[in-house]
């Protein structure tokens, strides 16, 4: 039997008169093929049939293309939501991919190949080393993608992301050039503003970094790795606990404490935000009650949420539920925000943070005046606290005093709270209580506690 897939010939357009071009697709590759492949070698293709196919035919072209001197790339197109597109339309996934290779073809002169890869599909194509031709040639995809597909009548636009890895001194083999391209496509589909993106070096340790750390995070979640500690915020006048913010820590078996600066933007754009996000807010009001039924402690607990978090729908019958279940009453539970998260291209937030305050939620702005700042939104979006970033408390700093003065008459006269986070000397109490400063946060009073030692705390409040 041939160790060659039976290929339905697309009509590849090629510069070169000489250049053979094939293509490659799942429907067209019979299984017993695939088999009799993996058994002559004594193992099986560590990639899926067709890319396996590809795999052979870059590494033929690769050497071919060494002898006359050219350079091949290799181009990974990945297309959004296939699955989904092709049980919506009552369309194969492989017709749908058909009909992307054929709007890249009509691009790309100089297409040796094609073939159906993961989501998406793989190109091998004529010399990509001159930068201009190939940003250039990037451009002229995308914008062909930029007009709808037609499918059984309806339009449907494609969202596709660009991978380009072009043959150089450490990608020379056909392993190396798939695998390249496959990961700068992976890399800039989440990114926004681009959708293609070209192989660099750098990419191998940012895709190890962002991916391994993706994986431990998963496992995190499963195996119980975060917990909270709370920092609690006091009355300036009385000088008394009126709450505490949950702030997220991962007990990581081997590092031990990670902070969430670290990994929080990681679940933030994997989407994982949403689940841990979840833990949190479930946890912080199970404890905030707790803390209620064991003794005189009525604190409110302040719980930060995410972009990705606040333009969820569904958010505030979420929230609800969490508080029944965990028999909180709203008004002890406030949600932290901050300006850029606030701030969408639509009103999905606004929304939310409406239906959040209608069930007596409490609303803050974190990290206030440190963002981009649109006094707008103040008077739009239902605010019921400001939360001085502590880069406004360094008094070294001209005008900072001004700043912070300034957001306290806004605030109070808007009917708004405003707790300063950042506490750390005498000083800058000192300054915060002259200027009518509600609540404060910080160093100088407390760090950030583990459970045990709130619980300490805040059961012994009279
Ligand atoms: P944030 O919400 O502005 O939290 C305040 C941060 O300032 C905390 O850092 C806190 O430990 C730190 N801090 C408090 N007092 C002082 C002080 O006197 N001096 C100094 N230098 N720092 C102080 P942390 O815990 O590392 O958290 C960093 C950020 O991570 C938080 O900033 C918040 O944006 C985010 N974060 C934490 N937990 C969560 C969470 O559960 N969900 C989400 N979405 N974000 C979280
Ligand atoms: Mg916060
Ligand atoms: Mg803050």
């Known amino acids: 039997m041939s160790n060659k897939p039976e290929i339905k010939e697309l009509p590849l357009r090629s510069g070169r008169s000489d250049v053979h071009s094939e293509a490659i697709f799942l429907e067209d590759v019979e299984e017993g093929m695939f088999h009799s492949i993996g058994e002559k070698d004594g193992k099986k293709p560590q990639v899926p049939v067709p890319a396996y196919y590809f795999l052979q035919l870059v590494s033929k072209e690769l050497g071919e293309c060494e002898a006359v001197g050219s350079s091949p790339a290799v181009l990974y197109l990945g297309v959004d939501s296939l699955r989904k597109i092709s049980h919506t339309y009552d369309y194969t996934r492989t017709d749908l991919l058909r009909k992307c290779a054929e709007r890249v073809q009509v691009i790309i002169s100089g297409v040796y190949g094609v073939a159906e890869g993961g989501e998406g599909l793989l190109f091998l194509v004529e010399d990509l080393t001159n930068t201009e031709k190939a940003e250039q040639t990037a451009q002229e995809i995308m914008e062909a993608f930029s007009d709808p597909f037609l499918f059984n009548g309806t339009e449907i636009y494609l969202t596709v992301s660009l991978g380009i890895c072009p043959y150089s001194e450490d990608k020379q083999s056909a392993n190396a050039l798939i695998e390249g391209a496959e990961m700068a496509s992976l890399l800039i589909k989440d990114r926004p503003g681009s959708n293609y993106y070209f192989f ?60 969430p600066d670290l990994f929080i933007p990681v679940a933030e754009e994997n989407g994982m935000i949403i689940e841990l996000g979840e833990w949190v807010l479930r946890e912080a009001c199970r404890q905030n009650k707790e803390w209620h039924s064991q003794g005189n402690y009525r604190g409110l607990i302040g719980v930060n949420l995410s972009a990705r978090q606040l333009q969820q729908p569904g958010l505030a019958d979420k929230v609800k539920e969490i508080l029944l279940e965990t028999g909180l009453s709203a008004g002890y539970l406030e949600l932290e925000i901050t300006e850029s998260t606030a701030i969408s291209q639509n009103n999905k937030a606004l929304d939310n943070l409406i239906m959040l305050r209608e069930l007596g939620i409490q609303v803050s702005i974190d990290d206030f005046g440190t963002g981009y700042s649109s006094l707008k939104y103040l008077s739009i979006f239902p605010i019921s606290k400001l939360k001085i970033d502590k880069l406004f408390l360094q ?15 806004m605030s109070h006269s808007m009917e708004m709270k405003v707790i300063a986070e950042g506490v750390e000397t005498e000083d800058q109490l000192v300054f915060l209580e002259k200027e009518n400063c509600d609540e404060i946060q910080g160093y100088y009073f407390y760090k950030p506690l583990p459970l045990e030692e709130a619980s300490d705390l805040f059961l012994q409040a009279q």
């Open 395 to 409: 008094q070294e700093i001209q005008h900072n005093q001004a700043i912070v003065k300034s957001i306290i008459r």
């Open 200 to 259: 660099n070096p750098s990419i191998s340790a940012e895709w190890k970094n962002s991916y391994s750390l993706e994986f431990s995070l998963r496992k995190a979640l499963k195996e119980n790795q975060f917990e909270l500690h709370y920092q609690p915020q006091k009355d300036i006048k009385s000088g008394n606990i009126v709450g505490c913010e949950a702030l997220l820590r991962w007990k990581h078996p081997d590092r031990g404490y990670i902070p």
